[in-house]
C-alpha cells in the first residue's frame, strides 16, 4: 500500500495544538471513547532527543543524528514507548527532554525518518493522533481535524502542575518561559511548523474541562461518521 493511502473503512483524527494545550489528555480519552488506537507523535521526537542525550552526541549535527535514527528501533505499544528494546515512557517527560525534542524536531533529517513512521502506523488502522503536523502535514486528509489551544499562562499552569506530580518542582515563571520558547520553536522551524490546518476545528480549552472537551470533540466525530463521505 503507498504511504499516506488508507486502507477502506480507516479513518484518521488529528489533534494538534500547542504545548500544554492538553492535546494528549483529550486524545487518548478520545480514543478510547471511540475504540481505536491513540498515537502520540510527540513521544516519538521525545524519544530521539532521549536518545541523542543519553550518547552525548551534538543534537545540531543533522546528518549525524540521522545515521544515529538509521540504527535506533522505536516501538510503541500499548501506550509505552520502547527504544532500542527498553521501555523509557517514564524517562521522555522532563523538562530537559522537552527543550531537546523542541530542537532536534526541527531537524529535516529527524522529521524525514518519523513523518512516514506516523503515516505508516495511521493508514494501517483508525487513529487519533496528537502533534504539530498532522493535521497540516502527515494526514492532510484526515476526516477530522482539531486544533486545540489555551492561553500560555494556563498551559503554563497545568504543565507546572504536571512536573510537580512528577517530583519536578519549577516556579511558574521557568515553565511560562519555556512555553514561551517551545511555542516560538515550534512554530517558526522551517519544516513543517505548527500551524492550524485551514480546515481544522479550533477549540480554545483555557476555560474547559478535559471531559469537556472530549465531549465536544466526540460529538462533532460521531456528526461525521454518520455522513456518508
Ligand atoms: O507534544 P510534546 O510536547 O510531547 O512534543 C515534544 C516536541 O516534539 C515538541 O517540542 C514539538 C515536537 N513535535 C513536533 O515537532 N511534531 C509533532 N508532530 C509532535 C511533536
Do not use: W
Not at 510503541?76 to 524536531?105: K, P, W, Y
Request: with cysteine; aromatic share 6%.
Amino acid at each position: 500500500m503507498p504511504e499516506g493511502f488508507s486502507r477502506p473503512g480507516v479513518f484518521q483524527v488529528a489533534v494538534d495544538g500547542p504545548s500544554g494545550a492538553g492535546k494528549s489528555t483529550v486524545a487518548r480519552a478520545l480514543a478510547s471513547r471511540l475504540s481505536i488506537e491513540y498515537i502520540d507523535t510527540g513521544a516519538m521526537y521525545r524519544a530521539v532527543a532521549f536518545k541523542l542525550m543519553e550518547s552525548g552526541l551534538d543534537a545540531a549535527d543533522g546528518p549525524l543524528v540521522g545515521r544515529m535514527l538509521d540504527g535506533t528501533s522505536m516501538d510503541f505499544a500499548e501506550g509505552r514507548v520502547i527504544l532500542d528494546g527498553r521501555d523509557v515512557s517514564g524517562l521522555i517527560r522532563t523538562a530537559e527532554v522537552s527543550g531537546m525534542a523542541s530542537l532536534c524536531s526541527a531537524l529535516p533529517q529527524v522529521r524525514e525518518r518519523l513523518v512516514p513512521l506516523q503515516r505508516a502506523m495511521g493508514s494501517r488502522k483508525s487513529v487519533v493522533m496528537d502533534g504539530r503536523d498532522i493535521g497540516s502535514n502527515v494526514f492532510p486528509d484526515a476526516r477530522f481535524k482539531f486544533f486545540l489551544t489555551a492561553s500560555a499562562e494556563e498551559r503554563a499552569r497545568r504543565r507546572q502542575a504536571e512536573l510537580a506530580g512528577r517530583g519536578e518542582n519549577l516556579s511558574f515563571e521557568a515553565v511560562l518561559a519555556d512555553i514561551g520558547s517551545r511555542d516560538y520553536n515550534d512554530s517558526h522551524r522551517a519544516l513543517n511548523p505548527l500551524v492550524r490546518a485551514a480546515d481544522a476545528a479550533e477549540i480554545d480549552s483555557t476555560a474547559m474541562t478535559a471531559r469537556e472537551v472530549v465531549d465536544l470533540m466526540l460529538g462533532m466525530v460521531r456528526a461525521g461518521l454518520c455522513d456518508p463521505r
